[in-house]
C-alpha cells in the first residue's frame, strides 16, 4: 500500500508563502493519480489539485488556482505544493494521497493508499 508523509507546512502572514512536500513509499509516484487535499476544523476535506498519471495534467480546484502550484519529482519519489499569496482561509492540516477527477472534482483514492499524518499550516497575522 502506499504511504505519504507531507512535511513543510508552519505559521505563515497573509500574503505570505510556503512549500509543501510529499515523500511517497510503497509504489512510484508516476503510477498513481497523486493530489493535494486539506482539512479545516469542522469542514469536510477538500481536494486541492492533483497531477493525472495519465495524461500528465496538473488540475486545480478554483479556490487555489493562480495561487497554488503543484509539481512532482518522479527521481525522488516527491510530489510539492506552492503556496503563494496565502489567506487566513487557508489554514488547515495538509494531506497528499492518491486521487482521482470525477465531475471536476479531486476526490482522495484510498483503494491502495491511506492518508498521511498530514501537516499544518497557518496563516495568521
Known amino acids: 500500500q502506499l504511504q505519504f508523509v507531507e512535511s513543510g507546512g508552519g505559521l505563515v502572514q497573509p500574503g505570505g508563502s510556503l512549500r509543501l512536500s510529499c515523500a511517497v513509499s510503497g509504489g512510484a509516484s508516476d503510477d498513481f493519480t497523486i493530489g493535494w487535499f486539506r482539512k479545516a476544523p469542522g469542514k469536510a476535506y477538500e481536494g486541492l489539485s492533483c497531477i493525472s498519471h495519465r495524461d500528465g495534467h496538473t488540475y486545480y480546484t478554483d479556490s487555489v488556482k493562480g495561487r497554488f502550484t503543484m509539481s512532482k519529482d518522479n527521481a525522488e519519489n516527491t510530489v510539492y505544493l506552492q503556496m503563494n499569496s496565502l489567506k487566513p482561509e487557508d489554514t488547515a492540516v495538509y494531506y497528499c494521497?492518491?486521487?482521482?477527477?470525477?465531475?471536476?472534482?479531486?476526490?482522495?483514492?484510498?483503494?491502495?493508499?491511506?492518508w498521511g499524518p498530514g501537516t499544518q499550516v497557518t496563516v495568521s497575522s
Open positions: 494521497t492518491t486521487a482521482v477527477l470525477a465531475a471536476g472534482a479531486i476526490l482522495p483514492l484510498l483503494n491502495f493508499a491511506s
